[in-house]
């Protein structure tokens, strides 16, 4: 075992990478183009074809009246949250601690609409009606994020979300969905997007996620939302005079992947499986609820990543490349499931497997 490599490069010389769709190269962006007549007309300035048939195609996909295209999911929900603020008067927004806008931001919510967050649940499992309930303030916008990306994509049971979907209506607090991995959800829920939608005042997806394009966002909302929300998007420098690359690459990717989320879904339920068979690893949630998951372990981020470099150069199969240090000690990492997964030879996978959980173990004895 060569235990000088690092994980990342281990990973990259994998032969069999688990997760994901594929290398974010250049091909992604041709290979969307390829079919792709080149006196097709650019978008200028939010107008035009391009733009506005996906944005009416995405408006009708998720059910709501009207759509924008953002480059990015970090100026549109910033936006929507501003949008709903201002509609109430209220400064205060309330989600959950690890909420995307919290910690991986730089406080752009605050710092540039000066909006108030009111932390809901902690950051064992994702916001309930019980939380809504014992909101102490009065919120303007509550956003939820299915699934909760940084808890391993854990989601609240249907029935939960309808609750705290009448909940907001009936105090009329508005309700936004970041819905970054929302196509990944559905298998679980066996519902549509437009009937999860339903649910929500507004909502963002992204198109670079599941779905695999290059970057980009969609707002959706009534019409008199996503009018406003053209002129925030101007504000925040976000209408480029051409958004098309990142328009017909995620339209391409789009219409490939979303028949392909179950198969995800099912297979990131599989891999699980094996995670968990390690006697010294445990997925969250124990049992995937999408396409992704967190692997948990009490052993050290040096120890898991010089035990997954040595069995990824020995198997050829590629687990993960980063691990991250957990507060409380330990490590964890996250999965997400693509393309990637079902190309792999389950023979080797297994293999693999079994000789992580004794190298694991060999570690611990140590
Ligand atoms: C849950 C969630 N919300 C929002 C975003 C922001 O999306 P973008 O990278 O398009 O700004 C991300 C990106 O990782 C995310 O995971």
């Not at 480029?240 to 879904?265: G, N, Q, T, W």
């Not at 052993?299 to 050829?316: C, H, N, Y």
Request: charge should be negative.
């Amino acid at each position: 075992m060569n235990n000088t490599i690092s994980l990342i490069d281990a990973f990259k010389q994998a032969k069999y990478p688990l997760p994901g769709h594929g290398k974010r190269n250049v091909q992604v962006l041709k290979t969307a183009f390829e079919q792709v007549d080149g006196e097709m007309e650019s978008d200028m300035y939010g107008a035009g074809e391009v733009i506005e048939g996906y944005q009416h195609k995405m408006a009708k996909l998720l059910g709501k009246e009207s759509a924008v295209f953002f480059p990015s999911g970090t100026m549109a929900q910033q936006i929507a949250l501003r949008i709903w603020s201002d509609v109430k008067g209220n400064k205060k927004v309330a989600y959950h601690p690890t909420c995307h806008l919290e910690i991986h931001e730089k406080d752009g919510l605050k710092e540039l609409h000066h909006l108030e967050p009111i932390l809901l649940a902690d950051e064992s499992r994702p916001v309930l009606l019980k939380d809504l309930e014992g909101l102490q303030e009065e919120a303007a916008c509550v956003l939820l994020e299915l699934p909760q990306r940084e808890i391993g994509g854990q989601l609240p049971a249907f029935e939960e979300l309808e609750a705290m979907s009448a909940f907001c209506r009936e105090r009329g607090i508005k309700l936004h969905l970041d819905g970054a991995r929302l196509f990944e959800v559905l298998p679980y829920y066996g519902k549509s997007a437009e009937e999860v939608c339903a649910l929500f005042d507004s909502v963002y997806i992204s198109v670079y996620k599941g779905i695999g394009g290059i970057a980009g966002a969609v707002l959706a909302g009534d019409r008199d939302f996503t009018e406003q929300s053209k002129v925030w998007k101007r504000r925040h420098g976000g209408d480029l005079i051409s958004l098309y690359p990142y328009i017909v690459a995620a339209d391409y990717y789009m219409e490939r992947r979303l028949p392909l989320m179950e198969k995800y879904y099912h297979e990131a339920k599989e891999l699980a499986v094996l995670y968990n068979g390690c006697e010294l690893l445990r997925t969250v949630p124990a049992v995937p609820v999408s396409n992704m998951f967190h692997v948990h372990s009490e052993r050290s981020k040096e120890q898991l990543e010089q035990i997954f470099a040595g069995v990824t150069l020995e198997t050829g199969v590629g687990f993960t490349q980063s691990v991250r240090e957990k507060k409380d000690g330990g490590a964890y990492f996250e999965i997400s499931l693509g393309d990637r997964y079902g190309e792999a030879p389950r023979p080797i996978v297994a293999e693999a497997f079994r000789l992580l959980d004794q190298r694991l173990k060999a570690a611990e004895a140590v």
